[in-house]
């Protein structure tokens, strides 16, 4: 196993007398695609906050090892962030924009303007690069901040949201950078709330309740661990109904998928599959039938659902 690029040792933050970081610990290693998870109020924010430098720890250590050297801060010209809140200058043209950002990276002005020009083009934003930044749409401006984040080349890259607000071309668009990123050998640590996007690209997930860590490890690691409940997805005929499923003593949990009207079954533990869908083709005219693994939105649900009941749970 390779030296981490960040280690986290037991980190904690308090504000106001209410913990929002309890004891957190994690690594993150050179090359991985590393993934924070969390509902709203989890910690996330005053974790990243905390990596970049932000706001200090009150306990605990954060350490960055880079070109084999350790420092407790992240070296601006070898990192960078894209945050929630868009930074961007609003009244200032795209291309000023980004030459000020790489220049404000260490990059020279003309190497600064040669990459904000060949990034523009591959975006398809060339032919605004003389607009100011609020005359783009909302998905365009988040393209101008990651490429004014990314602009240097970073070792390290902390994207918070990245996917807020964006289409699903958009998106993918997103998707691609960051597998590039990760093949160029960028290291990227990630938060985000799309858990379909994240489980396309993490290598490691680590999901935060009430600033604590309940679940950490890769994909395969989460399923297996908390998840391994038989997961059925049906297509019905037109004008059938899955409401006949609903009292299926095998059945859990029932999601229908608005956008194509798939339904999405997680049965009990223990429950026969076979036996499950035996009765559920004559209770309902089903068109196509597949089994498949638990999804991350599953994982993540269940683990803060479980941890919410045992901090409950204690005196």
């Not at 990227?188 to 309940?214: F, P, T, W």
């Amino acid at each position: 196993m390779t030296e981490p690029l960040v280690r986290v040792t037991g980190i904690g933050k308090t504000f106001a007398g209410r913990r929002a970081v309890d004891n957190l610990s994690f690594e993150v290693h050179p090359g991985e695609v590393f993934s924070l998870l969390g509902p709203n109020g989890a910690g996330k924010t005053t974790t990243v906050r905390m990596l970049i430098g932000v706001i200090r720890p009150d306990e605990g250590r954060i350490t960055v090892s880079i070109n084999g050297s350790t420092s407790s801060a992240m070296p601006p010209l070898l990192t960078s962030y894209l945050p929630e809140d868009r930074g961007l200058y609003r009244e200032v043209p795209v291309l000023r924009t980004l030459v000020y950002f790489g220049q404000l990276r260490g990059l020279e002005k003309d190497d600064a303007s040669r990459r904000a020009l060949q990034w523009l083009e591959r975006v398809n934003l060339l032919d605004r690069r003389n607009d100011r930044v609020d005359a783009l749409s909302k998905g365009n401006q988040q393209r101008v901040q990651l490429i004014a984040s990314i602009i240097h080349q970073p070792r390290l890259a902390i994207l918070d949201e990245p996917f807020t607000g964006l289409d699903p071309l958009s998106q993918e668009f997103f998707l691609d950078l960051v597998r590039e990123l990760r093949q160029q050998g960028t290291t990227i640590i990630l938060c985000a709330h799309q858990m379909d996007l994240v489980e396309r690209v993490a290598d490691r997930v680590l999901l935060m309740n009430k600033g604590r860590e309940i679940l950490s490890g890769t994909l395969d690691e989460l399923h297996g661990r908390l998840d391994a409940r038989p997961h059925v997805r049906l297509t019905f005929e037109d004008g059938a109904s899955a409401d006949v499923l609903r009292d299926d003593p095998d059945v859990e949990d029932l999601t229908i998928d608005g956008e194509t009207s798939e339904l999405h079954v997680r049965l009990r533990n223990g429950s026969s599959v076979s036996k499950f869908l035996a009765r559920a083709v004559t209770r309902s005219s089903i068109r196509s039938i597949s089994t498949e693994p638990p999804r991350l939105h599953d994982v993540f649900v269940r683990a803060v659902r479980d941890d919410d009941v045992r901090q409950a749970g204690s005196p």
